[in-house]
């Protein structure tokens, strides 16, 4: 959508619909709306899910969409409610992919595994940014620790 979330974004999307949840009961209520499930009318006003829903499957093509990067996603079983959690989580996984792609090149590290978005490494006395490069405008947050 366009729009930059500084800190957290569940809390941000509580105070932007005012729903007052715990934490954790409004991030599955997000995610639900957002995947297909449950709707609920504040998230789903917010984030456009109907209209993204209805985009997506006006760009379908022989029961396939493209994803945020181009990224070829085949639908042909899939409700259209669900289109968007497709789009959502194959572009999230672009992007988790590109941003340690950047990383292990420009810092040089010795990657282990990759496991869902985390990034297994050598550890290193090198100075890591405290964000993924996705593309020349998107920035992810990362945080490192030691296993």
Do not use: C
Request: glycine fraction near 6%; charged fraction near 25%.
């Amino acid at each position: 959508l366009g729009i930059k979330v500084d800190g957290d974004l569940y809390s941000w999307v509580g105070e932007k619909t005012g729903i007052k949840e715990e934490r954790a009961k409004l991030k599955i209520k997000i995610i639900t709306s957002l995947y297909g499930g449950t709707k609920v009318k504040e998230i789903n006003d917010l984030f456009a899910v109907d209209e993204w829903n209805n985009q997506l499957q006006k760009s379908m093509k022989n029961n396939k969409i493209e994803n945020y990067f181009g990224r070829v996603i085949d639908v042909s079983n899939t409700e259209k409610n669900n289109l968007l959690a497709l789009y959502i989580q194959s572009s999230a996984v672009d992007a988790s992919l590109l941003g340690f792609n950047w990383l292990v090149d420009n810092y040089s590290l010795d990657p282990y595994w990759i496991i869902h978005d985390a990034l297994i490494f050598k550890k290193t006395d090198i100075d890591l940014p405290r964000q993924l490069k996705i593309t020349d405008d998107i920035f992810l947050p990362v945080e490192y620790s030691e296993i």
